[in-house]
């Protein structure tokens, strides 16, 4: 595929279905929850634990997607992940027992395996034969944008209709919406080698028994971890540092500008950069962060400094989640490669916030629970470096080294 236009479209047509996805199907239930746990009168354990088994589900569902993404691409996988989800939100919008809501949210499991970054981003590789770092740079511009546009949008909605009106509003987007536009991706009957210059990638069994596989994953999931961990309690955490809660809030807001901020730059930037490099630099910025907090965070310019480097991090990472992979092991099993990858990236996402609660109330200080995820966010850089230490690539011979 040469012709821009087709590019642009599939852009567009997976920049619509990412906002409506991540929006729905992972932002709107912090809104949500609280409203369910009130009128079903179930435990907190029950209301957020079913969202982290589907967090589960998603990372047990995510090679065998990316496995059908390589074989058949994105429109009927896509596709089949929209119909899911519609499904999935009205199965949760009409719940009343236990069963059934863990149920749904099994089936919205599947559903975000087929539909979220991980999928839209095989299919950008499977369909641009060059280009697709840039593809997936400029997807996580609008993809940034869910939480902007959900998290108001849901309060909206949940205020003017309850939650189970608001989820069967989310459920119509995905059938009316997404489910049309997965249809519209174009899929190539035939793929064409890149130039014969280029060595064939490894196949997943390949992968799998190659140390990088397994230091990228443990990098990915290790800060995940962190991410998540912080994500649920960071406001709690610079408030128990001192800080007024009118400057944690406004702080806080600006993770997400900075987050599509980094997005930019890296766009703009570092596109001729290898991936290699840029993910060195972020990962890098998360252990620089928590030292932010773990020594200076009495001071406020420290936080803010933490908050960038926190917001741009994260941003950023994204990107090199979706590229790394390419860039080490080839394109060729790209989906089924980047699947098992996601795997345990979901499950340290599930775990992060439980975790971070458990640490605050075990340990004796805050400055401990800090540190700690300090360690593990260095983990997550060392893990890195050691993947990329060969300046080659894992597929260059063909085989796992």
Known sequence: MTDKTPRRRIIALLALTQVISWGSLYYAFSVLAPGIQRELGWRGEIVFGAFSWSLLVAGLASTPAGMLLDR?????????????????????????????????????????????????????????????????????LFGGLASTVFWPLTIKLDAMLGWRHTLMVYAAMHLALCLPAHLLLTVRRHARRPPAAAAPGLTLHEALRHPAFWMLALA?????????????????????????????????????????AGRIGELAFAHRTRPQAVGKLVFSMLPAAL??????????????????????????????????????????NYGAISGAMAGPTLLAKAAGPLAM?????????LAAALAALLAFSMVSLLCFLAAVRDTGTAHRHGKPA
Do not use: K
């Open 291 to 332: 030292l932010c907090l773990v020594f200076l965070g009495m001071r406020l310019w420290a936080v803010a400094l933490f908050c960038v480097l926190y917001g741009l991090s994260n941003g950023i990472l994204t990107i090199v989640r979706g590229t790394i992979p390419h860039a080490l092991f080839g394109r060729d």
């Open 220 to 260: 990915f999931a290790t800060n995940a971890f962190v991410f998540s961990a912080l994500s649920v309690h960071l406001i709690p955490v610079l408030g128990r540092l001192g800080h007024a809660p009118g400057t944690v809030a406004l702080l806080a807001a600006l993770i997400g500008p900075l987050q599509v």
């Open 72 to 140: 058949i691409g994105g429109r009927p996988v896509m596709g089949t992940g929209s119909l899911l989800a519609g499904l999935g939100l009205l199965a949760l919008a009409t719940a009343h027992s236990v069963a059934v809501y863990f149920l749904a949210w099994t089936v919205l499991g599947i559903a975000m395996a087929a539909t979220l970054y991980e999928a839209a981003f095989a299919t950008i590789n499977r369909e641009f034969e060059d280009g697709a770092r840039q593809g997936i740079s400029t997807l996580t």
């Open 357 to 365: 609660a458990l640490l605050l109330q075990s340990l004796p200080t």
